[in-house]
Every structure is written in C-alpha cells, then in structure tokens.
C-alpha cells in the first residue's frame, strides 16, 4: 500500500510568511508524529497526535508552530512569521498500534 | 529524559569490510532502540528494533545489533559492506508509556563505503 506522504517537496519562502506542510500518514494509522531536522539541531521531535486524545505538543519550539489533525488522518504543520532558523526538512511519521514509525520523505523548508 | 550519542559522526570503510557504529543511550526508564537509515534527500527507513526479549537483534540489508543493558549501548553492525550501503545512520530511543512513540535520536553517523 501507498506510504507516507508529504506535500510539498521543497519550499521556498520569505522571512516572516506564513507556510503550511502536509502530512497524508498510512491509512488507518491511528498515531502521527512531526519532527524536524536541521544541520545545527540533528532530529528533533516536535508534535504527536494520538487518536482523539490531546497532542504532545511539548517539542514545538516556539508558539510560532502549530499543528492540527483533521479526522483523523490528514495533518498539517503551520508555521507563522517564518524565521531563517526555520529552515529544515520536516519529517511526518505514521504508526499503527506497535513500535514502528513509517517516515515520509519529508518537505525541505528554505527560509530567505 | 532521554539521550543518544553516537560516537562517531563519520565512518569512511571499503567494500566488504565490517562495520560497527556505536550508540549509548541514558534513560532513568525501560527503552526501545531503533536504528533507522537515510540515504541522500529520503526519508529514514527502519533497519532493525530491539523491545525486549533475545540482545541481539537482526535487521535488512544484513545489519544487526546488540543491546547491552549494562553499558547502555545498542551498536550496529555489518560483517561485509557494500558501496549502496553509503547512508547516513541513526540511533533512537523511545520508551513504554503514554508517548511511547515519542523517538529521541542521536545526531547520526555518516557511514561511507569506498571501492
């Protein structure tokens, strides 16, 4: 079956735009993970959505950073004013009751 | 909390060479220990899991790794490496409970096979 996908690949934007990523996990994953990798920082866990229970919001590093998950599946990350130090490869992950986490191929965000 | 160091931030081998790449983790709880890899502008695949049960655990691609509790250490190895096995290698850490998927990684090992 179809993996993790992520929209887009690669973004470009200006300092202090406003960007959205996507994350469409595996089908009927019921739990899906942000993380964010950056040259300085390495992998860094940002948000986790489990079901309908409240997210684990305790990685986002800034208020700037939002997430939400709609039915379900689909999850976006928005990230407001977007700063230099923003630039990393968002990673969205999917899982289904066990330990394993599936990777998307992650959007490359470059802040100018 | 909970860390992971590898030691090693690059490894230069040649084919067919063994490898090992290290990784100790801290954790005042129970673990699981992934080790995941990334080839160039990929995500990251899972090579192998330790969640309890045999320390050694075998993974694709060849690769193993030995979870020894009493040195907080999960390395990873190969006994013959091949040029496609260049990639960049992650350790992790999660552990059992409300966020037990929540990961914490090391900062990765280059592994680069010459010919």
């Known amino acids: 079956g179809a993996g993790v996908s992520q929209s887009p690949s690669n973004k470009v934007t200006e300092k202090g735009k406003d960007v959205e990523l996507r994350c469409d996990p595996i089908?009927?994953?019921?739990?899906l993970y942000w993380y964010r990798q950056s040259l300085g920082q390495g992998l860094e866990f940002l948000i986790y959505f489990q079901g309908n229970s409240a997210p684990d919001k305790s990685g986002l590093p800034s208020d700037r950073f939002s997430a939400e998950r709609t039915g379900g599946s689909v999850s976006t990350l928005t990230i407001q004013r977007t700063q230099q130090e923003d630039s990393a490869v968002y990673l969205c992950?999917?899982?289904?009751?066990?330990?394993?986490?599936?990777f998307g191929p992650g959007t490359r965000l470059l802040v100018l | 909390a909970q860390s992971v160091t590898q030691l090693d931030s690059q490894v230069p081998v040649f084919e067919e060479a063994p490898v090992e790449l290290r990784c100790n983790y801290s954790?005042?709880?129970?673990?699981?220990l992934f080790w995941y890899v990334q080839y160039p502008n990929q995500g990251l695949q899972l090579l192998l899991k330790y969640l309890s049960g045999s320390t050694l655990v075998k993974g694709i691609n060849g690769f193993e790794a030995e979870f020894n509790k009493s040195q907080t250490s999960f390395h990873l190895r190969k006994p013959s490496v091949h040029i496609s096995d260049t990639a960049e290698y992650f350790c992790?850490?999660?552990?059992?409970?409300?966020?037990?998927?929540?990961?914490?990684f090391g900062q990765g090992t280059i592994l680069t096979v010459h010919p």
């Open positions: 954790s005042s709880v129970s673990v699981y």
């Open positions: 992950a999917s899982q289904s009751g066990g330990e394993t986490q599936y």
């Open positions: 089908s009927g994953h019921t739990a």
């Open positions: 992790a850490v999660s552990s059992p409970g409300t966020s037990y998927g929540k990961l914490t």
